[in-house]
């Protein structure tokens, strides 16, 4: 089965946009983290964080079953592309997040990216100063980052059986834990 590296190799390949590549980094090292936490294969959910936007550059109207497609073709098993299916689940796929893989992907995509937005906005540019309440405080501020669906956000907490501020908590965690992959260093950890 393809590893970890080529999985990126494979994003980059059908992504140009350097942010869609760096929110394939960052849900990846969400799941990671999350795999490590309960005892999984952490390179397993780590690619299926990395590949759940494969083909939303250049197919968005066929976003996720465009990805089975390709993830078939370069010998992806079917739980893996159940897994990435399922973080679109009622948006654009009719894949409920039933396991823990699924549930997580579903849960850190949207909140990745309202982390990374948060990020974004400190004049650090560094997760290292960014706390849960921040975070909180924006996921609140429906204009920021209003792209972010915050009811998936909550529906995915639920899921985990986590509250939101624990979601973000571990999301941080896992984000700062990889800063520098993750593009969210900034200029405070020099």
């Known amino acids: 089965m ?7 190799d494979l994003l980059k390949e059908y992504n140009e946009n350097q942010a869609l590549v760096q929110h394939g980094i960052q849900v990846g090292a969400c799941m990671a983290h999350f ?12 690619i299926v964080g990395i590949l759940h936007d494969l083909d939303y550059e250049k197919y968005p ?20 592309i159940r897994a990435m299916m399922s973080h679109a689940w009622g948006i654009c796929t009719d894949v409920e997040p039933t396991t823990p893989m699924e549930k997580t992907l579903y849960a850190v995509d949207e909140l990745s990216g309202l982390v990374n937005a948060c990020v974004l906005v400190r004049p650090s540019k560094s997760i290292d100063d960014l706390g849960v309440k921040s975070v ?5 501020q429906k204009s920021f980052a209003a792209g972010v669906d915050r ?9 985990l059986g986590l509250t939101l501020d624990e979601l973000i908590a571990e999301v941080i965690e896992a984000m700062k834990a990889r800063a520098e992959e993750c593009g969210v260093k900034g200029e405070a950890a020099g």
Do not use: S
């Open 151 to 159: 009811d998936i956000v909550l529906k995915g907490a639920e899921m």
């Open 61 to 80: 109207d066929r976003h996720c079953h465009k990805a089975a497609e390709i993830m078939r073709e370069r010998g992806y098993n079917e739980e893996l």
């Open 2 to 8: 393809p590893n970890k590296e080529d999985a990126l």
């Open 136 to 140: 909180k405080k924006k996921f609140k």
């Open 35 to 46: 795999a490590q936490k309960a005892g999984e294969d952490t390179e397993r959910w780590e």
